[in-house]
């Protein structure tokens, strides 16, 4: 099966110095070199493999990322309603084992969080708990360690999300949600800390302002994500060696900005990029609301539940222009663009100085998670509800 991105681009763009505006737009996906025209190369994904059932060792629920060993012999299929990661052969799919089960004890998880690589070695960070695990890729449990983290400047909690490289790890500071919803937190540091503990050195701020909205339901209050939100989104590297930060709270101005941060603090670039914004399509808003209403409706009425969503859900006039991104192997930078109500979601491919180097289209259902080489890993879920792991290879 291949997907092709059929459009070109052509525009100017501009560093975080300097704005420009884009001479030409084709369509949402926006410039990048400053006072030039670069030329975009456009792939195609072709699904060569796809892995889940109904049931046996292949059955998947859902899959909350997807990790390659060193070789890349091996994918690592994340799996927290199970609290376990399965891996199969990244070459044949065939499943190989389950690493985990559900529990408190060494090798177990409560709370399955991230994956990493760090050297020769698979590690999982539950923040909840406050650990990491450590495993060999042969799934040998190898250690759990706390993970003690000071408050930030001896206010904010701070917890672990990756290990770099090399004795150090990052951090972000935590809110919670009735503080969000209430305003009294609108920005989280990023912070890289020693391993052993520490206060560490903030290297970015995270924007998390209106992501939660607050509402009286009945006689209680009900705490949500606000919906299509244009708050920051970040993605670290598999290994540790970086963080990639997307700001696009100028989405009225049609413009949003890309730092990459490496594990030394150090920014390696800073782009931004003009687009053309995209009103949020009808359908979607309806969706939406109607959700919504179904939630807020229970015990007191349609109308009332309709009230309580003019009032308190927040749908923005366009889309924001980033939906996810992830960190390839080899250091790109992969960011989705607009998606919601679009069978097909196109993304661009920053190398590792910021250039965009290709367009990709994709079928919007599938989440793409992971990359190397010539090889793209997502997961979806297929109309009779399976979910799947596909593997795709770039042409």
């Given at each position: 099966m291949r997907y092709n991105a059929r459009y070109r681009e052509r525009s100017y763009c501009s560093r975080l110095s300097g704005w420009t505006r884009p001479v030409i737009v084709a369509c949402?996906?926006?410039?990048?070199?400053?006072?030039?025209?670069?030329?975009?190369?456009?792939?195609?994904?072709?699904?060569?493999?796809?892995?889940?059932?109904?049931?046996?060792?292949?059955a998947l629920s859902l899959v909350s990322g997807i990790l390659l060993d060193e070789e890349g012999s091996r994918i690592f299929v994340g799996q927290p309603q199970d609290a376990s990661i399965k891996v199969f052969n990244a070459r044949t799919g065939m499943f190989e084992r389950s690493i985990g089960r559900r529990g408190s004890g060494p090798g177990e998880f409560q709370f399955l969080g991230r994956m990493g690589r760090k050297q020769d070695t698979l590690y999982v960070i539950e923040q909840r708990l406050r650990r990491v695990s450590l495993f060999t890729f042969n799934g040998e449990h190898v250690r759990t360690q706390q993970i003690t983290m000071p408050p930030f400047q001896?206010?904010?909690?701070?917890?672990?999300?990756?290990?770099?490289?090399?004795?150090?790890?990052?951090?972000?500071?935590?809110?919670?949600s009735d503080k969000i919803a209430n305003r009294e937190v609108a920005k989280v540091p990023i912070i890289l800390a020693h391993g052993?503990?520490?206060?560490?050195?903030?290297?970015a701020e995270l924007v998390i302002g209106g992501t939660v909205g607050v509402a009286a339901v009945g006689a209680g209050l009900s705490v949500f994500r606000q919906p299509l939100n244009s708050a920051d989104v970040r993605a670290y590297a598999p290994d540790g060696s970086a963080v990639v930060l997307v700001t696009q709270a100028n989405v009225k101005a049609g413009r949003f900005?890309?730092?990459r941060i490496d594990d030394e603090g150090r920014t390696v670039f800073a782009r931004s990029f003009n687009y053309q914004p995209a009103g949020v399509p009808s359908a979607v808003r309806d969706s939406i609301e109607n959700m919504f209403v179904g939630g807020f409706s229970s015990g007191q009425g349609t109308r009332a539940g309709r009230e309580v969503v003019r009032r308190?859900?927040?749908?923005?006039?366009?889309?924001?222009?980033?939906?996810?991104?992830?960190?390839?192997?080899?250091?790109?930078?992969?960011?989705?663009r607009e998606k919601a109500?679009?069978?097909?979601?196109?993304?661009?491919?920053?190398?590792?100085?910021?250039?965009?180097?290709?367009t990709v289209s994709a079928p919007a259902e599938v989440s793409l998670l992971a990359a190397r080489g010539r090889t793209v890993w997502g997961a979806t879920v297929s109309p009779q509800g399976v979910p799947l792991v596909h593997r795709y290879r770039i042409q």
């Open positions: 949402s996906l926006c410039p990048t070199a400053v006072g030039a025209i670069q030329q975009q190369a456009n792939w195609s994904l072709i699904k060569e493999l796809e892995i889940g059932s109904l049931e046996g060792n292949t001896g206010r904010m909690p701070t917890a672990a999300v990756a290990l770099t490289p090399g004795n150090e790890l990052w951090a972000e500071g935590q809110a919670t052993g503990g520490g206060p560490g050195r903030q290297v900005s890309v730092v308190h859900v927040l749908i923005p006039e366009n889309l924001p222009p980033v939906s996810s991104l992830f960190l390839s192997d080899d250091g790109d930078l992969w960011i989705q109500g679009r069978t097909i979601a196109r993304w661009m491919v920053l190398d590792t100085a910021g250039n965009w180097k290709a």
